[in-house]
């Protein structure tokens, strides 16, 4: 499966090296690298591999040789603590045949973060001074693990410390600048926009053609698709010294899946659902209610993640129970004893009655069958009724896949991207 | 920083390669290497380190040497695809010096696959049909490409597809049974723990004597601690042919860490808050009903997330504005007036309002300043209220750290934990 169509660089590449034995257990995962990755991208920098290896020297000793004989950049990140299992700076400075010279200025660094909480500073933490003969020492200002660049052989070499609060900003103001330099001016210049109502296979199938007709162009635009449950994005990005060209042809290419992509374009600039619904709801001064079954609050999470909802989300009720419904919602109970609780009347009745009571423009209802229990052979596992009431009504039934936690994310997010669509289709605000 | 004590194994290692450059950008992780850890582990073999590359022949030719060099049990995903970008059959073939043969049985099948949808082949995937000379063939009933298994010198590798649902019953049901083989009778035991009401640091400070004490018997009790928002896990394991004694010494450190964790201790057999919380309510036939104001259904969609809630999730409300809180859950006017949204007071209101109007057992509000507007100095973003209303009631105002998602998620669990202890300090159901 290609997911994503890169093109080889003619320019810098790195390698990441996480070093904790943590990060190779069954539950973790290493996120430093993609933030890492982020900025190396930005620089026009490739990452050829990256490689997670336990607090064990032989093996970190293995893969800095590997690194360092086939790549000419080199990140490693955690293992700088004070402990004995804290062991990348020591096998950098003895691969390299570096001498470690305790640094006083970073012992007093150290010490005065400590005296700053009161405390003195434990006699383990001198470990943390010890700095390779010839190396730069990178301030850490949130935390006591300075980070260390080395440049070998006309290579570089960067240690940053592991906690992800003390590496970003390292790596961003200090790192970066390094790299920049050697990088020659090239840039990466990037758009992504947001699409609903297609899976990736089907978005996939539907920009491929053209996108692939951008990789042959020269510098070519590079496309990624990135699928989450119900969204999917595709990122655009050229790498060049001409930012500005660069920048007139992701316009055009953005403008041109725009056309084939019609109304499941959520964005053009990347904005998530929830964002979008956030936008058109201020663009006009309206509010919204919401009447939550099958997916307990989880639509409404989703809206209130965004920074400033609580402008425009006025209310929402998690309604389970039918005496529920009946009583905050108003369904009427004979609905309920007719049609049954998942079903399109209901859903109706529950989005009209949170709309109605709470005075605002924009109701929104989700009824169904999340599973594991409560399917029946009319309405199985993953029946979900959804409707949006207001200045427009719609409603509708669906049949959504995968194991509870998936059916209800899908249907809080096609219940958003419901409410997108019909605030879209309305004549625009004055 | 120790957040794992591992100690060295005297049986296999393995080495993980996944293939594929979208796996390489700054959106994705992969996720395979988690799951083929935890198989791994049950068979008792530790990971010695992992790697993604990208769709590079030379890359991808070089770390298998690497791997193969150091360690007996390498596992590949990714790259079985059936396009050019798919590389991992080739480079596989071309390092071990093995030719390609095409299989006519394994093109039949593919042939069947596709024609059961009423679609001919199409020429390109005849590439999955070809085998290294001499591999074994895993059959992939989830998807076109088969995986394979080689021995080459003695050494055990896997060539696995990349799509999880194809990779996880192969790995189980294929490559474990021949792993296990090797592994001479060592199995995994182990126990988890889930502790609430402490940081990540506060529990390691109190359990930490207790296992690194462990951890000098032999075979050693492994621990470690995986942090998430408000809650900690602890894993324990300990790596023998004996399970049954393994079982009693596992029994027996759970039982220390209890002693000394008292209440933070929700579980002793890693059940989450959510659960543990359902389970407490279903012991005594009661049901909950919430009022949320800044966490927006996060604390409701948390305890849906649990298959069964709906038997004892009555309803939720979500009330951001005075006129919901007053309309809806009956908070007194001049209470708001008095005392703000975000006060004490308000929240045993909202707890109680949300309590009686439902008639449930248990009333639980939470009301605060997620951020990032709306702090004062009396009332910084993150200071937050809690109640818990019913047999017993308890109020709490906590100042939470982090940005708006942070102050949410943690306000959410906080709000859980209360009803948790609430639960627990009552005399026990009949």
Known sequence: MVHDMIGRSDGLDAVIIAVGSELLTASRVDTNSLYITEILNDLGIRLAFKVVVGDDRAELRAHLAHALGRHPIVILS?????TDDDITRDVVADYLGLALDESPV??????????????PMPAVNRRQARVPRGAVVLDNPNGTAPGLWLEPGGSMLALLPGPPRELKPMMQEQVAPRLAARAGG?????????????????????????YSAWLAQSPPIETTILASVGQVELHLSVRTVDAAAAAARLDAAVSALAAVLGDDLVSRTGRSLEEVVGDLLRARGWRIALAESCTGGLATSRLVDVPGSSAYVERAIVAYSNETKIELLGVPADLIAAHGAVSEPVAIAMADGVRQRSGVEIGVAITGVAGPDGGTEQKPVGTVCLAVTGPVTVVRTVRLPGGRAMVRSLAATSALDMVRRALASLPGPA
């Open 78 to 82: 955690g293992g700088l603590g004070p």
């Open 186 to 210: 090239v840039t990466l210049s990037r758009r992504a926009i947001t699409v609903a109502g297609r899976g990736e296979s089907a978005v996939e199938e539907i920009v491929q053609p053209i």
């Open 106 to 119: 970073i012992v007093a660094a150290i010490e005065a973060r400590f005296a700053s909480r009161g405390w």
